[in-house]
């Protein structure tokens, strides 16, 4: 079982559609979780942290279940700009203290007009 | 400000041949972080610098694979014998530390390496 998993897609939505992603992580001691968003032949670039109250940064917004180790994003009034893929992270936090984050293989959003 | 650079973007080499991938990571960052990325597939993790040290590479698939910092700032990334699986895209993160869990790795454009 991969430690972090997603549902590839692709999600093919029409521009002002909403649209949500769902991932799952195997690591209960897990102590971080983010969404990075990977344009094609680009670099991982962080969307945005996800908190266990839930966070919001205008159209998007991100849920944690730690229960359930679930993470989720919602993205309302989708743009052509957001096509991309979008990367769930879980970040394990080792006992040395140190980062090491850990990708799901990604979910590629297609918004058309 | 600069962001991290990596060269080459491309590196193309034959089966055997040894490689280095360099990483200039921002400046002012302590922890460095390499990334391997398949096609079709997230970023995974290989090695983490805190500083000259490497305080974890576990990541590293084999002892063909090996990495430094000696000054704790450039990293090259060393890959000897090289074989096909070894094609992918290196990325190289940094962040200003690695105290909070929260701390924001900035990646680089990343190095295509194909081996022929």
């Known amino acids: 079982r991969k430690e972090v998993e997603q549902d590839p897609g692709p999600f093919n939505v029409p521009e002002g559609a909403t649209v949500a992603f769902n991932c799952t992580y195997s690591n209960s001691a897990s102590q971080s979780f983010f969404w990075y968003r990977q344009d094609c032949r680009k670099e991982p670039k962080l969307l945005m942290s996800v908190y266990s109250s839930g966070n919001e940064d205008g159209r998007f917004t991100a849920q944690l279940n730690r229960a359930s180790q679930y993470i989720s994003l919602l993205i309302r009034d989708s743009k052509l700009s957001d096509s991309a893929t979008y990367l769930c992270v879980v970040n394990p936090r080792g006992s040395g203290g140190y980062n090491k984050l850990i990708f799901g293989a990604g979910t590629r959003l297609a918004v058309h007009p | 400000g600069a962001g991290v650079s990596q060269t080459p973007s491309n590196k193309v080499t034959e089966k055997g041949k040894y490689v280095e991938l360099r990483c200039d990571p921002i400046?002012?960052?302590?922890?460095l972080y390499w990334y391997r990325q398949s096609l079709g597939q997230g970023p995974e993790f290989l090695i983490y610098f805190q500083g000259t040290g490497a305080a974890d590479d576990s990541g590293l698939p084999n002892d063909r694979f090996f990495a430094v910092r000696p000054e704790g700032s450039v990293s090259t990334l060393k890959i000897q014998r090289t074989e096909r699986g070894d094609s992918a895209v290196y990325l190289c993160?940094?962040?200003?530390?690695?105290?909070?869990?929260?701390?924001?790795?900035?990646f680089g454009p990343g190095t295509r390496l194909t081996v022929l």
């Open positions: 400046s002012g960052h302590t922890a």
């Open positions: 993160a940094s962040s200003r530390t690695s105290e909070s869990s929260y701390n924001e790795q900035f």
